[in-house]
């Protein structure tokens, strides 16, 4: 069974830019999230997603946002880039059904320079 | 989530056995303790988990004390290839009993395994 895929694996952007980052989890898994990993702030919870509905978002400004769609596949957008949103940005997915013990597996990542 | 502690390094000589310790003295009666692994720059790897007795997968054991206050990740024959940062988590119950599947990450705990 192939893993969570994220892609692009890398990204440059210019401060002001607009990003779009998509992650298709593991086929059968409906829940997904979303992390950011810097070296200052470490692993941090973005948002997470189970059946295209917004479950739970982390204290991150409303420049960062997703969706899920009807596949389970989910995409983050991040606008107006800062130089501080360089980091790697992880998906993980979990199947979310009755009686799974909730484990989540984690993507590659993508890593995003902002320049 | 309760709060977790771990100390931030520990070496092993490979082939021996790797303790790795966790506290979460205020882990709640429907709270799990969760394991994961960073190998350099890649996602997280899921290792095992557990409510309250003690379990061993094909990668780890783990034993939790019988207060639940805290956690010991045993990597019973070390290799080179287990140097990574281990993360121990507590987390609620999943999405599917009304909790969530997100992970809150601490700083870890860096396991050095030498030659």
């Known amino acids: 069974k192939a893993g969570v895929t994220q892609t692009p694996r890398y990204l440059i952007k210019t401060r002001g830019q607009q990003v779009t980052l998509s992650c298709s989890p593991i086929?059968?898994?409906?829940?997904v999230s979303w992390y950011q990993q810097t070296p200052g702030q470490g692993l941090q919870f973005l948002f997470e997603y189970f059946s295209e509905t917004q479950r739970n978002k982390g204290n991150f400004p409303g420049r960062f946002s997703g969706r899920q769609f009807s596949n389970s596949r989910s995409e983050m957008n991040v606008s107006t880039l800062e130089l501080g949103d360089s980091a790697l940005y992880l998906c993980?997915?979990?199947?979310?059904?009755?009686?799974?013990?909730?484990?989540?597996?984690f993507g590659a990542g993508t890593r995003l320079s902002v320049l | 989530d309760a709060k977790t502690t771990q100390p931030p390094s520990m070496d092993c000589a490979e082939g021996r056995a790797a303790n790795l310790p966790c506290n979460h003295s205020?882990?709640?009666?429907?709270?799990?303790v969760y394991w994961y692994r960073q190998i350099h720059s890649q996602g997280p790897q899921y290792i095992i988990h557990?409510?309250?007795n003690n379990e061993t997968n094909e990668m780890a054991s783990l034993i939790i004390t019988e207060d639940r206050k805290s956690s010991t990740l045993i990597l019973p024959h070390a290799t080179l290839r287990d140097t990574a940062v281990y993360y121990c988590i507590v987390r609620g119950p999943p999405l599917w009993r009304g909790g969530s599947e997100k992970l809150v990450f601490g700083k870890g705990m860096k396991l050095t395994v030498n030659p």
């Open positions: 557990g409510l309250k």
């Open positions: 086929s059968g898994h409906r829940s």
């Open positions: 993980a997915s979990s199947l979310g059904d009755r009686g799974s013990p909730g484990i989540q597996y």
């Open positions: 205020t882990i709640s009666g429907n709270e799990y």
